[in-house]
T-cell receptor
Framework: DGGITQSPKYLFRKEGQNVTLSCEQNLNHDAMYWYRQDPGQGLRLIYY???????QKGDIAEGYSVSREKKESFPLTVTSAQKNPTAFYLC??????????????FGQGTRLTVV | DAKTTQPNSMESNEEEPVHLPCNHS???????IHWYRQLPSQGPEYVIH???SNVNNRMASLAIAEDRKSSTLILHRATLRDAAVYYCIPIGGTSYGKLTFGQGTILTVHP
């Protein structure tokens, strides 16, 4: 079935370690997004990509990095520079960025806990 | 980005209709109005979207004001499964490729 896969569902890391979250889509979508969600809060945009080999910072990009080498993949690295990395991370994709004619699809999220 | 205003929370009884409002007074003429909902501990899911005309699908109806500065998501018969956070998002000319969420409305459905 077509969709977005985030893995793993739960991830534990020690403080000071970088960690990479996976996001894969087989929907042939051009645009992909990463969000962070803290308990009781809304989704905040970390990075987004409108096309392969191009991406832009969102509202809270500090301490994070991304790459978009393939259309179907948009991994997010949470670096040791991120002061409060424990959160729920969500990935999304849409056919064309900012077009609005079609809907976005979301993965089921990765819950990262840094101890 | 077009700004949105939604009530922080709303309550409904099961099998009653629910009208969830959203103000988007800075929306541009090319922005579509999207609604998504997020169940606890899950990723958001698409509900409905529209440009100017009212829209219906199997999940809900979307009523868009004539001036497009506000819209209302209508759940015709709320069920316990509809308890979620509902987000209204203008997407199009003012979003420049971004998909930005506001705080949304927490909908509580009572049995």
């Amino acid at each position: 079935d077509g969709g977005i896969t985030q893995s793993p569902k739960y991830l534990f890391r020690k403080e000071g370690q970088n960690v990479t979250l996976s996001c894969e889509q087989n929907l042939n979508h051009d645009a992909m997004y990463w969000y962070r969600q803290d308990p009781g809060q809304g989704l905040r945009l970390i990075y987004y990509s409108q096309i392969v080999n191009d991406f832009q910072k969102g509202d809270i990009a500090e301490g994070y990095s991304v790459s978009r080498e393939k259309k179907e993949s948009f991994p997010l690295t949470v670096t040791s520079a991120q002061k409060n990395p424990t959160a729920f991370y969500l990935c999304a994709s849409s056919i064309q960025p900012g077009q609005g004619k079609t809907e976005a699809f979301f993965g089921q999220g990765t819950r990262l806990t840094v101890v | 980005d077009a700004k949105t205003t939604q009530p922080n929370s709303m309550e409904s009884n099961e099998e009653e209709p629910v009208h969830l409002p959203c103000n988007h007074s800075t929306i541009s003429g090319t922005d579509y109005i999207h609604w998504y909902r997020q169940l606890p501990s899950q990723g958001p899911e698409y509900v409905i979207h529209g440009l100017t005309s009212n829209v219906n699908n199997r999940m809900a109806s979307l009523a868009i004001a004539e001036d497009r500065k506000s819209s209302t998501l209508i759940l015709h018969r709320a069920t316990l499964r509809d308890a979620a956070v509902y987000y209204c998002i203008p997407i199009g000319g003012t979003s420049y490729g971004k998909l930005t969420f506001g705080q949304g409305t927490i909908l509580t459905v009572h049995p």
